[in-house]
């Protein structure tokens, strides 16, 4: 089964810029739809952008359209969410997960990284 770890998370001020990446190992990078979701706490864990496996497809979140962007490497078996004009709104754990689908739930994920935190002051 595919292992996941994110790096880039920090701190930033609203209004900066942060891009997480995501490196996949132990399985068919390729055959993997990827998502990224967060977390802030006391709520559930929400979608934020996914990409399908060939990368045809994306979704993103409503609040996030327009200012973050999921791509993805297969070569280098790397998904990333570049995040502009962030938000206090968007501090959160942010987690990348690996699925056979870009699926809305989380529970049809097969695997998770073990979050990176993203925190934006106001």
């Known amino acids: 089964q595919v292992q996941l770890v994110e790096s880039g998370g920090g701190l930033v001020q609203a209004g900066g810029s942060l891009r997480l990446s995501c490196v996949a190992s132990?399985?068919?990078?390729?055959?993997?739809?990827m998502a990224w979701f967060r977390q802030a706490p006391g709520k559930e864990r929400v979608r934020v952008a996914a990409?399908?496996?060939?990368?045809?497809?994306?979704y993103y979140l409503d609040s996030v359209k327009g200012r973050f962007t999921i791509s993805r490497d297969n070569a280098k078996n790397t998904v990333f969410l570049q995040m502009n004009s962030l938000k206090p709104e968007d501090t959160a754990v942010y987690y990348c997960?690996?699925?056979?689908?870009?699926?809305?739930?989380?529970?049809?994920?097969?695997?998770w990284g073990q979050g990176t935190q993203v925190t934006v002051s106001s």
């Open positions: 997960a690996a699925g056979p689908a870009a699926y809305y739930s989380a529970t049809y994920y097969e695997a």
């Open positions: 132990g399985g068919t990078f390729s055959s993997y739809a």
């Open positions: 990409m399908s496996l060939n990368s045809n497809t994306v």
